[in-house]
């Protein structure tokens, strides 16, 4: 079979290399193109074809059977990390005078851990122009679990904020201000909020104060948020494309336990409450 592929070839060959022959003095700029273009035709014709590559797998079970046994140094070292781990985890931080739930459109943890962030962020927060935070906006799926009742543990704090969040200042044109607050009177009701007080109607009418004084829709405004949500995280596409971001160079889950450490080696008591800034009617 090989052979007869081969002799085709050949002959095609012949016949074009005695065309070129002729005619390559005639029109020498023409044909080069051509004479090259049959010289690769030899060079792939005298390749025999090539066998196609087979890959066999197969399945390596993992389970007790076939875990290698353990290196008694490498876990020694180990054992002495995660012991202080533990102890770290198990070190309590703060304690609650009472359960505090996310719940919409406020709960008694969407509210602390917005204005505790809030506090924080304008701690670290020094703009040039001295001008500070407006207002605070996370994300209610970010709070994970509850704060209770009690002591309050470094290891609740973790399981409450799990994830590696930055805090992160984004300056918002009044355009995209006011389709932030469009989005919290929809489809963002509960989100935990510092500095403003929404009030939202069935009728789609809404009310918006920050800092005390109504919404200006001439004017910028700085929301202190997460590197997620500034990131259009949770559909907050409004953070996208903003006039300013400066990160505050701090994970909103550090801020969490620096705040609740102060508050405990003062001897304070962590409470929260309903305050209305954020209502439906």
């Not at 509960?190 to 004017?219: A, H, Q």
Request: overall charge negative; charged content about 25%.
């Amino acid at each position: 079979m090989l052979f007869i592929f081969l002799s085709i070839n050949i002959a095609l060959l012949s016949y074009h290399l005695n065309f070129l022959s002729c005619n390559m003095i005639l029109y020498p700029k023409r044909l080069y193109g051509k004479a090259i273009y049959l010289l690769l035709i030899l060079l792939c014709a005298c390749s025999a074809p090539q066998s196609p590559a087979y890959i066999e797998g197969g399945i390596i079970p993992v389970d007790s059977s076939t875990a290698p046994e353990k290196d008694e140094a490498v876990e020694a070292v180990i054992s002495g990390y995660r012991a202080g781990l533990e102890d770290e985890m198990q070190q309590v931080i703060a304690y609650s005078e009472h359960t505090m739930e996310k719940d919409k459109p406020e709960g008694l943890l969407n509210n602390f851990i917005a204005d505790l962030i809030m506090e924080m962020g304008r701690e670290l927060y020094t703009p040039p122009d001295g001008k500070s935070l407006d207002f605070t906006l996370l994300n209610y799926g970010g709070l994970r679990t509850t704060i209770p009742e009690g002591p309050v543990t470094m290891a609740r704090i973790f399981e409450l904020m799990p994830f590696e969040n930055e805090m992160v200042v984004i300056t918002l044109s009044p355009e995209k201000t006011a389709e932030l607050f469009e989005f919290l009177s929809t489809e963002g009701i509960g989100m935990p909020v510092s500095g403003i007080r929404i009030k939202t109607r069935d009728n789609g009418d809404m009310d918006v104060s920050i800092g005390g004084e109504p919404f200006d829709n001439t004017r910028e405004y700085r929301v202190l948020t997460s590197d997620y949500l500034a990131g259009g995280g949770d559909n907050m596409v409004f953070f996208l494309d903003p006039l300013n971001e400066e990160y505050l160079g701090m994970r909103i889950r550090d801020a969490i336990i620096e705040y609740l450490t102060r508050k405990h080696e003062k001897g304070e008591a962590i409470s929260s409450s309903l305050d209305g800034r954020f209502t439906i009617e």
